[in-house]
């Protein structure tokens, strides 16, 4: 070990911190990075840098570049220290910890030119004084007779013995050397007393001064006597003591002793700490990786305490350079290869960061002792030196962003997840070109310097006080949850389409939609939870959030560690003013409900269910996919996401947000083609638009007369002011497939909507008053556009009264011709697909049956397939969407893995369920899959003005069969 002083005069490096070549340069860039993100954040991961050489010639030229890297660091006032001195010990591990025993010397640490006071590693000078205590004792310490307890209490007591003698300090040290802590406990108590015992003795007699001071001297004595091991007084207070027995590292090794520290039972206290050292002391007399990695631990802490931020001196911020260790010659004979090693090993095994950055050269024979790492070499045939800079910086993100799945204890044959090797090639070893920025870190004062001024203070306090006010008012301008200062940034406010507010994002920390939706004939922001005017299930929203933050309640406070957590995402907002309905929504709420219910009544792993606002008809979509990547960041209980049951043009974006968050979507109801056939993290139980289009030709073949011209239209809405892409998708595949069965396409018809309203009177008189009355049209709209498209055919002359054949795509599902919500105009005949075929998969289901048992409302009614809560299908799609991926998320009777979860999506085959067998095997990586559920539908108008419709062929969930002609007959 050395430090700046003596370092050769002819080391390679410009005084200003610039170095001398190339890649000196880039990576001296990308360490000021590192220490501007290490100023301005808190605990980024530091990594530890390997650098070497693709060609084994240039060796020397690395560790001289290491050489540069800590002259340039130094030159900006970092904290450096070096080590390139082989160390005794009789294995690589006993050198390696000789290394990390030679820096608990704070004079290695920073020149005069380091910021604030030096270091203090009392950690570490602890496990050096056991280290030395075992060391002394040598042979005459030996193992203790098999079921001999006076020998290992004798063995104990020599230990301790030991200790005493060196007062629990290492061997040959100062008292002082580590820096004395004002504000340690084990040094605010001594000092109070002697403060105490001065202010009485000052108004006392000379007799009682000397009586007070003799008794206080005999207290300390017998403390010192009393007290186990004859330690120092209050060592038990000391912040080395109190990590020395609360760290984790340790706890295994005495676990039937006791660990507790108490200022009022001393002796206790030291029995605890002799118990602990005497633990320690076996381990390192038996030798192997605990030394090291102990004292690795020991360095990290120390180095995180002293850029603890909020201590009482502040000195993180007094700090803002990480401390920088330099290996220029890691490799067998100092023992740098296995620190490395255990520097990665114990990062992996704590979940605290720490500020080290380690820098070490290694030579090419000995990159592989370091395993594979995160960062892979590029090829060398691809290497452009203006370009290593930017490979730099790619390989620190890549590093940065695998670092959490990467970690664990390095092994034969594993990764070491800390360590980012860099290849340097050779023309990156040579001088530096001219024109080479250099980048160093801001160096203006820190702002506890600035805060610590009392002119600072007083203005800073002022501007606070008025942020204060415009933060808050901001806050709860911008977010749906707001306080005084904080927010809750998983929903954010949004405006509605008819006007008003609505709440976009994922509800957490008690939020609720409900809260949120406008009631009939009222302005938005209402804490009315209705649904919107007109027909709906017989519960409300409010009902549905309230019973399932009951369920994830009991999941929490009784099932920790025993649950997956699963995101509803779907429409819970409702506009009156545009018509727009809340219906869909609350079905599929409804139906991710009730699998929650099932499955936390009979599971021994359970499901929370947390919901998702994509707004008016999923409008907000891609903010709401954002808003749950976020959170899934930070909750790894989250496996995946339920519904996004609407083909937008937002849909792409939608799936692949969720899809780079590693989150699997679960879709009941969305029939995009597209999506299957791009993203390997979707799963609908839908069928596509294309083959839906495809079945519904099997009835207009049936609508074609041999022989004879027929024309057909496709009549769709206007998309270029909105966002859906379902309404293109079966225009597409609807024009298609009337070509194929010969039918004479008339012009693509498109209308607008105004005010929430279809504009189809111009459309109808154009189609019905031509010379080319279409036989056949194919509808390419929602739901909420058949009624007025039905008046406008029953009224308008060449329509009205004559035959005409509409089909169209799963969106008329949701219609109520049965109940009356819908109708269809004289001598139309509607034919449209359904997603769900409820009639048949009933007889062997319990969904009815569970369906009245949970959900509000229905308690207590015989519920069949065609009862009006459940009949379009949407409750139903929802509840086996929630069943298949929680089957995925459950695997083995465990809770699974974000990653797992999307792998085991693959292997779903449930029988049983609403819609039939859900079956996800047969599911190509990019493509469509077999086995969807179709009802081929229609509807006729009877004579007394209502609908009648039938079910005229159908397919459930799981029967792969294609359907015929023959079974698909039209009256």
């Not at 004079?107 to 380091?114: E, L, R, T, V």
């Not at 727009?580 to 009979?602: F, H, M, R, W």
């Not at 792993?605 to 947390?610: A, D, Y």
């Not at 085959?909 to 609403?914: N, P, Q, S, V």
């Amino acid at each position: 070990m050395v430090s700046a002083d003596s370092m050769p005069p002819n080391c390679p490096g410009g005084h200003d911190g610039a170095p001398d070549t190339g890649a000196g340069v880039h990576l001296q860039n990308q360490l000021e990075v590192l220490i501007q993100d290490f100023r301005t954040s808190t605990e980024p991961p530091m990594p530890v840098f390997v650098v070497h050489a693709q060609q084994g010639e240039d060796d020397d030229a690395v560790a001289g570049l290491v050489r540069q890297l800590y002259r340039g660091q130094e030159a900006h006032r970092t904290r450096c220290a070096v080590a390139q001195d082989a160390y005794e010990g009789d294995s690589e591990v006993r050198r390696a910890a000789a290394m990390v025993r030679a820096l608990s010397d704070p004079k290695k640490w920073g020149g005069p030119k380091a910021v604030y006071r030096r270091y203090a590693f009392p950690r570490l000078r602890l496990v050096h004084a056991v280290d030395d205590a075992v060391a002394a004792l040598g042979d005459s310490w030996p193992a203790p007779a098999q079921g001999s307890p006076e020998a290992g209490q004798d063995q104990r007591q020599r230990l301790l013995d030991q200790l005493a003698e060196q007062r629990w300090r290492p061997r040959n040290t100062a008292r002082w050397r580590s820096g004395l802590q004002l504000f340690d406990m084990a040094h605010i108590l001594p000092a109070s007393l002697v403060t105490v015992l001065a202010a009485l003795l000052a108004r006392s007699e000379w007799y009682v001064a000397v009586s007070a001071g003799l008794v206080f001297l005999l207290l300390l004595t017998v403390l010192n006597y009393v007290l186990p091991g004859r330690a120092p007084i209050f060592l038990w207070l000391r912040r080395e003591s109190r990590w020395f027995m609360t760290t984790t590292f340790l706890r295994a090794a005495d676990q039937d002793q006791p660990t507790e520290v108490s200022l009022l039972r001393p002796v206790r206290s030291w029995k605890a700490i002799a118990a602990r050292a005497y633990g320690v002391a076996e381990a390192l007399k038996a030798g192997g990786d605990f030394h090291l990695q102990l004292c690795v631990l020991a360095l990290r802490e120390d180095l995180r305490d002293n850029h603890r931020r909020w201590s009482w001196d502040l000195r993180g911020f007094k700090r803002p350079r990480p401390p920088v260790l330099f290996l220029p010659h890691a490799d067998a004979r100092d023992g740098g290869i296995e620190l490395i090693r255990a520097i990665s090993d114990v990062r992996s095994r704590r979940s605290e960061l720490d500020p080290l950055l380690v820098i070490a050269a290694v030579r090419a024979h000995d990159v592989p002792r370091l395993e594979r790492s995160v960062v892979r070499a590029a090829p060398a045939a691809a290497v452009e030196p203006p370009k290593f800079g930017d490979r730099l910086r790619t390989w620190y993100r890549e590093w940065a962003h695998n670092l959490r799945a990467e970690q664990s204890p390095s092994r034969e044959r594993s990764v070491l997840p800390w360590v980012m090797k860099v290849p340097l090639p050779h023309d990156q070893l040579g001088p530096v070109e001219e024109g080479h920025p250099h980048r160093r870190a801001s160096a203006r004062p820190t702002f506890a310097r600035l805060v610590w001024a009392v002119h600072t203070l007083v203005l800073v306090i002022a501007l606070l006080t008025a942020g204060t006010v415009i933060r808050s008012d901001t806050l709860h301008e911008r977010y749906c949850q707001a306080s005084l200062l904080t927010a809750n940034r998983d929903t954010r406010r949004a405006e509605a389409p008819g006007g008003g507010t609505e709440c976009i994002g994922i509800a957490t920390d008690g939020l609720r939609f409900a809260d949120w939706l406008p009631a009939p004939g009222t302005g938005p922001g209402s804490q009315v939870a209705a649904l919107t005017a007109g027909a709906g299930p017989p519960w409300t929203v409010t009902d549905l959030e309230d019973r399932i933050a009951r369920q994830n309640e009991d999941v929490l406070a009784h099932h920790s560690g025993r649950y997956v957590t699963v995101v509803y995402a779907g429409p819970l907002s409702a506009d009156t003013a545009s018509g727009s309905s809340l219906v869909k929504g609350a079905e599929e709420l409804a139906g991710v409900y009730l699998a929650q219910a099932v499955i936390n009544d009979s599971s021994g792993v359970k499901v929370r269910v947390l919901t998702a606002n994509g707004g008016v008809d999923l409008g907000h979509q891609e903010e709401m996919a954002e808003a749950i990547a976020a959170y899934a960041a930070h909750d790894p209980t989250v496996v995946g996401v339920v519904g996004t049951g609407r083909d937008l043009k937002s849909s792409r974006a939608t799936t692949r947000t969720l899809m780079e968050a590693g989150l699997p979507v679960v879709s009941g109801t969305n029939s995009a083609t597209y999506l299957p056939r791009e993203f390997a993290n979707w799963f609908s139980l839908a069928a596509t638009d294309e083959w839906q289009t495809r079945q519904l030709g099997l009835i207009a073949a049936q609508l074609r007369t041999p022989g004879r011209r027929q024309f057909a239209l496709v009549l769709a809405r206007d998309t270029a002011r909105t966002d859906d892409l379902y309404t293109d998708e079966q225009a597409r595949y609807g024009g298609e497939m009337l070509r194929r069965q010969g039918f004479t396409l008339l012009g693509q018809r498109r209308y607008t909507l105004s005010g929430g309203k279809p504009e189809l009177r111009s459309h109808a008189q154009e189609i019905c008053r031509g010379g080319r009355v279409p036989s056949v049209i194919y509808f390419a709209g929602r739901v909420e556009d058949v009624d007025p498209l039905m008046t406008r055919l029953g009224t308008e002359p060449g329509c009205a009264g004559k035959p005409l054949a509409i089909l169209t795509g799963d969106d008329l599902s949701k219609a109520d011709f049965a109940g009356g919500g819908q109708s269809v105009a004289p001598k139309v005949t509607l034919y449209h697909a359904a997603l769900a075929e409820l009639r048949t998969a009933a007889t062997g289901t319990s969904f009815y049956l569970d369906a009245a048992r949970h959900l509000p409302g229905l308690r207590g009614h015989r519920l069949r397939h065609d009862s009006p809560a459940l009949a379009s299908g949407q409750t139903a799609l929802a509840h086996d969407a929630t069943r298949a991926l929680f089957w995925a998320a459950s695997r083995d009777d465990r809770p699974q893995s974000r990653a797992s979860t999307w792998v085991n999506l693959r292997n779903v085959k449930i029988e049983g369920l609403a819609t039939g067998t859900i079956d996800f095997t047969r599911a190509p990586l990019y493509g469509d899959r077999t086995g969807h559920g179709i009802v081929l539908k229609e509807v006729r108008r009877t004579g007394d003005g209502t609908s009648d419709p039938r079910v005229v062929c159908s397919r459930t969930a799981g029967d792969t069969r294609p359907l015929t002609r023959k079974e698909c007959p039209v009256r």
